[in-house]
Structure formats: C-alpha cells, structure tokens
C-alpha cells in the first residue's frame, strides 16, 4: 500500500516532494501523479484495475487538464474513496479557493510555503498527522 499520493503537474515541485520525502524520519512510500486525469484513473480506476488506496492524497489544485477541484469531486462521488483524506496543498491562499476546495470535499487545506525548509516542515507535518494520527475509516 502507498503511504501518499501526491498529485503535482509541476516537475520542479514533485521533484521537492520526493526530496523531502525521502529525508524524512520514517518510510514512507509514495507515489506522484502529473495530472488530474491520472488521479482519477487511479483513485476511480475500473474494477479490473483499481489500485490499493493511498493513507492520504496531497493534492495541488492547480492542474492542467482535470482541475485539483474536479479530482476532489470525482473522488468524494465514489463510494470507494468518498471518506479518503484529501490535503490540498496549494500556492494559492484566496480564501474563494480555500473555500471551494473545502465545499468540494477537502479535509485539510496547506499553503505551500515559499522555502524549502518551510516545506519540509510543513509535509513532515502532514505526513505526522495523516499517517500516524489519524485513524481512518475507508481501509479498503
């Protein structure tokens, strides 16, 4: 099983990610998907094809293509991943986008911080809560 889907069309960003995530304290496996058409197909899948779910998806909203909104909405219209946490984690501190994505279905909303470090924190932060904290109810 995947610890965390990140959903990242941007290669400099994903490449941040998989640093990051690499230097944290624990494993944690990942996968990264560059669109919201991916995600989807990954989430939703076919019953011929559906992958583990992840513990979590970070999401950015702003995608190419199938909007991170559009993924949040596809994904919570499932009964397979209705109750899956959702982060989105996004440049975009406009409270209009904040509250779209919490009335699409987001359980927790992160902006990304401008730094490295400060984005490090900010995803051990996550990965700390989601993974270790949460207790979840969707362990299909």
């Given at each position: 099983m995947v610890d965390v889907l990140y959903i990242e069309?941007?290669?400099?960003?994903?490449?941040?990610?998989?640093?990051?995530?690499r230097k944290l304290n624990r494993p944690v496996t990942y996968t990264i998907?560059?669109?919201?058409?991916?995600?989807?197909?990954?989430?939703?899948?076919t019953e011929q094809q559906k992958a583990a779910l992840p513990?979590?998806?970070?999401?950015?909203l702003d995608l190419g293509g199938v909007s991170g909104?559009?993924?949040?909405?596809?994904?919570?219209?499932?009964?397979r991943t209705k109750y899956l946490?959702?982060?989105?984690?996004?440049?975009?501190?406009?409270?209009r986008d904040i509250?779209?994505?919490?009335?699409?279905?987001?359980?927790?909303?992160?902006?990304?911080?401008?730094?490295?470090?400060?984005?490090?924190?900010?995803?051990?932060k996550v990965c700390d809560f989601w993974l270790e904290n949460n207790t979840r109810i969707d362990n299909r």
């Open positions: 069309d941007n290669p400099n960003d994903a490449d941040i990610f998989s640093r990051l995530m998907l560059n669109n919201g058409h991916e995600a989807i197909a990954y989430l939703i899948g513990k979590v998806v970070i999401l950015d909104f559009e993924v949040i909405e596809k994904t919570r219209a499932s009964d946490p959702i982060v989105a984690f996004s440049t975009s501190d406009s409270p509250q779209q994505a919490y009335d699409a279905g987001i359980n927790a909303y992160v902006v990304k911080p401008g730094s490295y470090q400060a984005t490090g924190m900010a995803l051990t």
